[in-house]
C-alpha cells in the first residue's frame, strides 16, 4: 500500500533536518574547500551512487561516537559501503596523502613553510589490540607513537604493541619523516626517549634529538615547554570514541582513524581561517 503525497513530502523534511544534527558532519564551507582533494567521475564505467560527502558525514560519525559499522543510522548510506570505502583508502594510503596536501595548506594559509623546522615526539598507551604489556603504565594493549609539529598538526604516526620501548618504538615512526621535510631539524622528547636513540637520529636521520626533562624540584603538574603541544594533540584524539581505546585488528586501521581524526580538525581550522579573513575583508 502507497503512502499518500503528503506523508511522502513530510517523511522528507524530517529526513532532511535528521541529517543536520550529527555535530560530526561536514559543513558546507568545509567540503567546498576539501572536495577537489577526493577524485570526481570521469564518465567511465558506472556513476557512483552516493555522493562522497556522505560516504565522509558517515565514516567522521563512527569516529566520533565508537559505535559499530553495521550501527551507522540510516541517513547515511549502506554500512557495506562506508566501511568498504574506508578500506580502500586505508590500503591505498589515500587517507595520509589527503592529510598531508591539507596540512601543507593550513601551513601556508597561516603564512608558514609547508615543511616545519621543529617536530615533537611522545606516545600514549591504549587497551586493546596486538596486546603487549607496558610495564611503566601497567597496560596491556598498543602504543601510538606521534610526531607533531609547533602548531599540533600531525606529521607522523606509529602503532605498535605496548611491549615494545618507547627508545625502539619511536624508529620506525622517525623512520617516516626521512625525505618528507627538508627543513626539519630538531625533534624534541621526554626523557622516555634518551639514551642510544639520540646518537642514533644524528647518524641516521642527520637530526638532533633534544630531551625536555622536568625540573625534579617542582612537585606535582608542571607544564613544559613545547611537550605541552603533543600532549594536547593527543588529548584531542583521545576525545573521539573510537580512538579512547584500540578497537582495531590491525595497527595500520588505528594509523589511518588518527590521520582522518586530523583531517577533520585540519577541515574545521581552515574553515575558522576563511571566515576570518571574510571578516577582516568586509570591516575593511
Known sequence: MKK???LKKKSKRIRKKVKQLYSSSLSSVQWRNIRHLFPSYQGVGRPPKWHLKSILDAIFYVLRTGCAWRFIPNDFPPWRTVYDYFRKWTKSEFIKAIHDTLRNRIRRELGRNKSPSIG???KTTEQGGE???DAGKKIKGRKRHIIVDCLGFLLAV??????IQDRDGAKPTLDKLEALYPLLTIILADGGYRGKL???VEDELG???EIIKRNDDVKGFEILPWRWIVERTLAWINRNRRMSKDFERLPETTESWIYLFMFSLMSKRLEHIEKSKNYVENVA
Open 120 to 122: 615533537i615526539i611522545d
Open 131 to 133: 596486546r603487549g604489556y
Open 207 to 209: 637530526l638532533k634529538l
Open 4 to 6: 499518500p503525497k503528503h
Open 158 to 163: 606509529h602503532v605498535h604493541p605496548a611491549d
Open 198 to 200: 639520540i646518537q642514533w
